[in-house]
């Protein structure tokens, strides 16, 4: 309990964890993996499902829902424009501030 | 939060969406460079026609063909020539060079050596994937010596060109090098490319699976990306005579923008020499 108290940061009342929505022009994608190799949170998967030319493309892992940190780094090295993420609309009961998570 | 399926990218303002998708590879490289470009015009603050996009020939070189610009495809090696008049007549123009390595320091390697010569003011953006791609992987300029390509079986026995050092040592005032997967700090160049007055030149490396991964051990475009990620250094004040890239499998692959300096530019000089028109 007392490191729990070390580790939190001071601002981490007031601090929200940047939340990001994913969103997939799936018949644009090659199946290049970019996006999920590069993806510092390992929020993608390739899809079970293929595309209209046969290709795997980008979804949201099972069990990954609400982890993207919208750092944008799939939107902006997809070389098929593919792929982007926007600042998810939560409502602040959905996107607690940190002190509430480390209750 | 699922993800969702939608039709159309940010980055459709600034591209011809009617013709996407584009003829690139799986796992090419040109495409999240070509994204760069697109990116940095937007923040450029620069209006859009303003915006000159011109190439040459090869894969690379359809990059003008994608923007949603006035954009000029010419002829092989010929962009710089091209593009050189375009700004020597309306120097309003925010010009830019995008082509490959085969086109920029092969057949018109001399177009090259004299635009930064004279600092002409135009940006010059490569693709070097250290081989023709679109004809079909043969060796160009920037083939790394041992290299495997369809016109050396044998591997490469030629030393090739450092494209930073070409380019300081021609007259370049902004020089940088980056890779595909470098694609913030490739676009952050770009942009300072186009506010220096004067020939600005940035090398983007880019994996070109089909014609030389592949035939290198490197692998797809992925791998190659990986490679960056595990062998890149940035260095802004590394000696550019000393940062040949070799594409060995635990050498150092040397990125950043290396130079930034004032010289005047050909527009400059002409002022100076012929007086207002
Ligand atoms: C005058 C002339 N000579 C040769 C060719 C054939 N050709 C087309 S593209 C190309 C090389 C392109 O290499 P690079 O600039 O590296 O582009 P990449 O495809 O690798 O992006 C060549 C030799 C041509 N189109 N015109
Ligand atoms: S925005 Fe960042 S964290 Fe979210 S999916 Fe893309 S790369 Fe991953
Ligand atoms: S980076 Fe783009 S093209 Fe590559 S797998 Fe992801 S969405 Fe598909
Ligand atoms: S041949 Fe090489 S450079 Fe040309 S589109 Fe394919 S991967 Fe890209
Ligand atoms: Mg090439």
């Known amino acids: 309990m007392a490191e729990a108290l070390l580790r939190r940061p001071l601002d981490g009342a007031t601090v929200h964890i940047p939340r990001g929505q994913v969103f997939i022009i799936p018949d644009r994608c090659k199946g290049c993996d970019f996006c999920i190799d590069f993806c510092p949170r390992d929020v993608l998967v390739e899809s079970q499902t293929t595309n209209t030319k046969g290709y795997h493309y980008p979804v949201v892992a099972p069990g990954k829902d609400g982890e993207c940190a919208n750092c944008q780094f799939c939107t902006i090295i997809c070389p098929e424009y593919a792929i982007y993420t926007e600042e998810a609309q939560d409502s602040p009961e959905a996107n607690p501030p940190l002190a509430e998570v480390s209750q | ?277």
């Open chain 2, 1 to 277: 939060m699922a993800e969702i399926a939608v039709a159309s990218h940010p980055i459709d303002a600034v591209l011809r969406r009617d013709r996407l998708p584009h003829i690139w590879c799986p796992g090419c490289g040109i495409g999240a460079v070509m994204a760069c470009y697109a990116r940095a015009i937007l923040e450029s603050g620069i209006p859009l026609d303003k915006h000159i996009c011109v190439s040459g020939i090869g894969c690379s070189a359809r990059v003008p063909g994608y923007m949603n610009l006035d954009t000029y495809h010419t002829t092989h090696g010929r962009a710089i020539p091209f593009a050189t008049g375009l700004k020597l007549v309306n120097p309003e123009l925010q010009v830019t060079v995008f082509s490959g390595d085969g086109d920029l320091f092969a057949i018109g390697g001399n177009h090259f050596i004299h635009a930064a010569r004279r600092n002409i003011d135009i940006n010059v953006f490569c693709v070097n994937n250290f081989n023709y791609g679109m004809t079909g992987g043969q060796a160009g300029p920037t083939t790394p010596m041992g290299s495997f390509t369809t016109t050396t079986p044998y591997g490469n026995v030629e030393p090739p060109f450092n494209l930073a050092a070409l380019a300081a040592a021609c007259g370049a005032v902004f020089v940088a090098r980056w890779t595909a997967l470098h694609v913030r700090q490739a676009q952050e160049a770009m942009q300072r490319a186009m506010q220096k007055k004067g020939f600005a030149f940035v090398e983007i490396v880019a994996p070109c699976p089909v014609s030389f991964g592949k035939s290198n051990d490197i692998g797809e475009g992925v791998d190659e990306m990986w490679m960056y990620r595990k062998q890149c250094v940035v260095n802004d004040d590394a000696d550019v005579t000393k940062i040949d890239v070799t594409m060995g499998k635990e050498a150092e692959l040397v990125v950043g923008n290396f130079l930034d300096i004032e010289r005047p530019a050909y527009m400059g000089y002409g002022k100076e020499v012929l007086g207002e028109a």
